[in-house]
């Protein structure tokens, strides 16, 4: 096990971890900032109008994108597993 070979894992690693969690995070940010538009532009300030869209929008997100991250996850787990004789050595 070289330490080229675990700057690679690890680096697979974190690059996996933020494309599974973007789409979540991107929906909060939008969402989130259409709430808050309206909010400035009508002046209203209630703090359960900003949390409970996000959420909608982050679980329908996870929802959507749920067979594509898992797809993404098994690849990344068989390549894992497959590369596991470069773990031993």
Do not use: C
């Amino acid at each position: 096990m070289t330490a080229d070979f675990l700057t690679g894992f690890f680096y697979e690693a974190i690059q996996v971890t933020i494309l599974l969690a973007a789409p979540m995070l991107v929906a909060g940010l939008v969402v989130g900032l259409l709430v808050s538009i309206f909010q400035s532009v009508t002046s209203i300030n209630e703090m359960t109008l900003t949390f409970i869209p996000k959420m909608l929008a982050v679980a329908a997100a996870l929802i959507f994108f749920f067979p594509w991250m898992m797809q993404t996850l098994v690849g990344f787990t068989e390549r894992i597993f497959l590369g596991m004789n470069h773990f031993i050595r």
